[in-house]
T-cell receptor
Framework: GNSVTQMEGPVTLSEEAFLTINCTYTATGYPSLFWYVQYPGEGLQLLLK?????DKGSNKGFEATYRKETTSFHLEKGSVQVSDSAVYFC?????????????FGSGTRLLVRP | GAVVSQHPSWVICKSGTSVKIECRSLDFQATTMFWYRQFPKQSLMLMATSNEGSKATYEQGVEKDKFLINHASLTLSTLTVTSAHPEDSSFYIC??????????????FGPGTRLLVL
């Protein structure tokens, strides 16, 4: 079945450091891939997405490239800020599933120190 | 982007009482909505798919009689936690998909409802 695996956190960085959060997936078809962010006490917000191989999703300085050959969708940011502290979830949906269910990874907590 | 709201944002209740949580799509119609449960520092667990005009579809292990779902209209789904107990305390999140381009639907999430059962 479909699944998503994320690197375990927490990830602790200093402000302006480079961020990478690894995400790999297993899917029988051609899934769409997403990164969601959850700030403390809030619900999930869509950060970026990619729907086919080699697509690059980007938003707020974050980027992730859909790599079919390595079944990965790693999240990167060149210079993190304290305000980026949150939990990041990688997720996939299978277009063949008409219900559009999302399958989530376990989440990675990011803490950025001033 | 599309907006999904939830009400209430937090609720405290006594054990044995029932609690209703509303999920609304504010600027789009949603024939399907999803209900998730999130425990502290854990990922989201899909509980059920709410279908407008028909019965909800529950994930394995989720008690249908415990978590009643009603999709009353194209913009409203409700989750009722019946006879709540302390172990039902959790963060409940709903989501609704909407078409963002010709080929793709994207899910938008509500801000969540924190339930504490005493």
């Amino acid at each position: 079945g479909n699944s998503v695996t994320q690197m375990e956190g927490p990830v602790t960085l200093s402000e302006e450091a480079f961020l990478t959060i690894n995400c790999t997936y297993t899917a029988t078809g051609y899934p769409s891939l997403f990164w969601y962010v959850q700030y403390p006490g809030e619900g999930l917000q869509l950060l970026l997405k990619a729907t086919k191989a080699d697509d690059k999703g980007s938003n707020k300085g974050f980027e992730a490239t859909y790599r079919k050959e390595t079944t990965s969708f790693h999240l990167e940011k060149g210079s993190v800020q304290v305000s980026d502290s949150a939990v990041y979830f990688c997720a996939l949906s299978d277009p063949a599933d008409s219900s559009y269910k999302l399958i989530f990874g376990s989440g990675t907590r990011l803490l950025v120190r001033p | 982007g599309a907006v999904v709201s939830q009400h209430p944002s937090w609720v405290i209740c006594k054990s044995g009482t029932s609690v209703k949580i509303e999920c609304r799509s504010l600027d789009f119609q949603a024939t399907t909505m999803f209900w998730y449960r999130q425990f502290p520092k854990q990922s989201l667990m899909l509980m059920a798919t709410s279908n407008e005009g028909s019965k909800a579809t529950y994930e394995q292990g989720v008690e249908k009689d415990k978590f009643l779902i009603n999709h009353a209209s194209l913009t409203l789904s409700t989750l009722t936690v019946t006879s709540a107990h302390p172990e039902d305390s959790s963060f409940y999140i709903c989501s609704a998909p909407t078409r963002t381009d010709l080929y793709q639907e994207t899910q938008y999430f509500g801000p969540g409802t924190r339930l504490l059962v005493l």
